[in-house]
């Protein structure tokens, strides 16, 4: 099981983001959509436990290859990052993956569409997303293998965000579908 440490925060400028992640050494990688699907269950509250499970969909906008994964998220370990366990496996048809949980009780609720760009520097994982109904976001990560190594990574993070020119108080803990689910409840 691996420990995804990640900082999340709302952008002001794609484009000086994408050019500073180049100055820092960063590589650029596969541009993809990906749409999320998220469930909840009467038998389990995944939002009031700060739980998640999803479905993923990825479509590579160059290659037109497409994957699927499903995910498990655990709680959030800290009171200032993103970072939770992860459980994450391939699936080989996304559609069969989505019958099997709603036939065992899993209800999906509205999906979270993005457009996201990988960059990578070593361990850190950049993501420069634009999620549909939100905007522009940054996502940097790193996986860690284990407990002892989420301290270092979440420095290592920090360092990061603060040479982009953010800081630790840019960041949120709210994932996009917390966000789009509060932007439609407002609407209602």
Request: proline fraction near 2%; aromatic fraction near 6%; charge should be negative.
């Amino acid at each position: 099981m691996s420990i995804e440490v990640e900082l999340k925060l709302k952008i002001r400028d794609k484009a000086e983001i994408t050019a500073s992640l180049k100055q820092l050494g960063f590589t650029e990688e596969e541009l993809v959509v990906e749409t999320d699907t998220y469930y909840t269950a009467a038998h389990h509250d995944f939002a009031a436990l700060d739980e998640a499970l999803r479905i993923r969909t990825v479509e590579n906008l160059h290659t037109k290859e497409q994957s699927a994964v499903i995910t498990y998220k655990g709680a959030k370990l800290d009171q200032t990052s993103m970072t939770r366990k992860e459980l994450e496996t391939e699936i080989g048809d996304a559609e069969t993956g989505r019958e099997i949980l709603e036939y065992i009780g899993f209800v999906p609720v509205p999906p979270v569409e993005k457009q996201r760009q990988y960059w990578k520097n070593g361990t850190i994982t950049a993501c420069v997303d634009n999620v549909k109904g939100l905007g522009d976001y940054l996502e940097l990560e790193i996986l860690a293998d284990e407990e002892a190594q989420r301290e270092e990574a979440l420095e290592k993070l920090e360092r990061i965000l603060n040479q982009l020119g953010y800081c630790m108080q840019d960041t949120t803990r709210t994932s996009y579908l917390s966000m789009l689910m509060c932007r439609q409840q407002a609407k209602e």
